[in-house]
């Protein structure tokens, strides 16, 4: 028998119920825009600040628009101007590339390894090379480099590291929340995000003079005193003058639907991990097929699921993922000429320049990848897994691995 898995890989969890209620009640007394707040209330995006500092370990947080104006934010905040050269993984996705271009600022795309991290060694000579200050380092799909080494090389090289930490909220390198290593950690609350407000994105950071600027640019006006996870009011007195407001705030409605979610996600991690460890177990010993490895410092959150196909031709892979979709696994395959729907590759972006990364190429040229949604049960991974596993052992004729360089 042919088994075929009826699920979809687009549908997330409902909002909780608590959070349903709090968005009624909101629209109940209308008070949506975050300064809109009734005599010694705080407001819901207020809350969700401080939560979120607290939930990381952080001194501030600021809830905004979205990842990519987080990312933008973060970068502006810190100086970041037309014309700098800011350094970023080669295997990311589009928000994070345009974040930097959204600043006139030019990417210099650093190698990824065959574990989807960014490869520390291409890093210090592209530093040496570009010159750039800054890295946008992109956590690609909850894969943490090593997290130690990196900070070290980055300390070394005088270059301030913000985090993309999208596919990382939850995770954690050793004891510290990923997103706490660099000036700024960013993350998104999109819908197919860890917490979903349908859009969104946070800030977190320890620096007083970078957080007051970033709040003064989320669009703040004069009202920074309204916020319960910022530096204190003289800091912002320093740099109220000089900072732009590039309005990019959140309102109270999305606030109200993440904090319940926000209660909740340690447990959310737990079940996804639970799944990742059945597709994991699943796909152990497929031959042609390679598992990607994580380190052992990195508590993850397996949101989504990765593998590579290296020997597999571009012809032989296309046809596995065809016959995956027949069988109702949807699978993304990043080595596709043409981008498609969210799966851009960083040669798709071609107002960031004609940079040539071989070896990312390679490895993306044999990367398949997959959402695990909570909506899944451990029986619908075990079944997706037996069907990967069936159809990757139907690849009969596969290509030598492509040479490095
Ligand atoms: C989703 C995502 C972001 C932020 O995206 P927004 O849609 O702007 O919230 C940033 N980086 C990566 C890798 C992402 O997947």
């Given at each position: 028998m042919t088994e075929v898995f009826e699920g979809s890989f687009t549908q997330q969890e409902p909002i909780p119920e608590a959070g349903i209620e709090a968005a009624i009640g909101l629209m109940r007394h209308g008070r949506l825009h975050r300064y809109n707040v009734a005599e010694g209330e705080l407001g819901e995006t207020a809350l969700l600040e401080q939560d979120f500092a607290a939930y990381t370990g952080a001194s501030y947080a600021l809830a905004v628009a979205s990842g990519g104006y987080a990312m933008g934010c973060a970068m502006r905040a810190i100086g970041v101007k037309a014309g700098d050269r800011v350094l970023s993984n080669g295997f990311t996705l589009a928000p994070v590339p345009g974040a930097i271009a959204s600043l006139g600022a030019v990417p210099v795309f650093v190698e990824v390894t065959d574990n989807l991290t960014i490869d520390l060694h291409d890093l210090a000579t592209r530093i040496e090379t570009s010159g750039a200050k800054i890295l946008l380092l992109s956590h690609m799909r909850g894969h943490l480099c090593d997290m130690d080494a990196l900070m070290d090389l980055c300390s070394r090289a005088g270059v301030q590291v913000i985090e993309d930490c999208a596919h990382t909220m939850g995770a954690r390198w050793r004891d510290t929340a990923s997103g706490r290593h660099g000036v700024f950690g960013c993350y998104s609350c999109q819908t197919y995000k860890h917490i979903n407000s349908g859009e969104g994105g946070l800030l977190v950071s320890d620096d007083d003079t970078a957080m007051a600027r970033a709040i003064m640019l989320s669009g703040s006006y004069m009202l920074y005193e309204r916020h319960a996870a910022a530096p204190s009011p003289d800091v912002f007195e320093q740099v109220k003058w000089d900072t732009?407001?590039?309005?990019?705030?959140?309102?109270?409605?999305?606030?109200?639907?993440?904090?319940?979610?926000?209660?909740?996600?340690?447990?959310?991690?737990?079940?996804?991990?639970?799944?990742?460890?059945?597709?994991?177990?699943?796909?152990?010993?497929?031959?042609?097929?390679?598992?990607?490895?994580?380190?052992?410092?990195?508590?993850?959150?397996?949101?989504?699921?990765?593998?590579?196909?290296?020997?597999?031709?571009?012809?032989?892979?296309?046809?596995?993922?065809?016959?995956?979709?027949?069988?109702?696994?949807?699978?993304?395959?990043?080595?596709?000429?043409?981008?498609?729907?969210?799966?851009?590759?960083?040669?798709?972006?071609?107002?960031?320049?004609?940079?040539?990364?071989?070896?990312?190429?390679?490895?993306?040229?044999?990367?398949?990848?997959?959402?695990?949604?909570?909506?899944?049960?451990?029986?619908?991974?075990?079944?997706?897994?037996?069907?990967?596993?069936?159809?990757?052992?139907?690849?009969?004729?596969?290509?030598?691995?492509?040479?490095?360089?």
């Open positions: 732009p407001n590039i309005s990019g705030r959140m309102d109270n409605l999305r606030a109200a639907i993440l904090r319940p979610q926000l209660a909740n996600l340690d447990a959310q991690v737990e079940a996804w991990n639970a799944r990742y460890e059945v597709m994991e177990r699943g796909l152990q010993d497929v031959p042609g097929l390679r598992l990607i490895q994580r380190n052992p410092n990195g508590r993850f959150v397996g949101s989504s699921f990765q593998f590579l196909l290296p020997n597999a031709g571009a012809a032989e892979i296309e046809h596995f993922a065809a016959r995956c979709a027949d069988r109702g696994v949807e699978l993304k395959w990043f080595g596709a000429e043409t981008p498609r729907a969210f799966t851009s590759r960083y040669d798709s972006w071609r107002y960031a320049g004609t940079q040539r990364l071989a070896q990312t190429d390679r490895v993306l040229a044999g990367l398949l990848d997959m959402r695990l949604p909570l909506t899944f049960s451990l029986d619908d991974c075990a079944l997706i897994a037996r069907i990967i596993r069936d159809e990757a052992g139907q690849i009969t004729n596969p290509q030598p691995v492509a040479k490095l360089g």
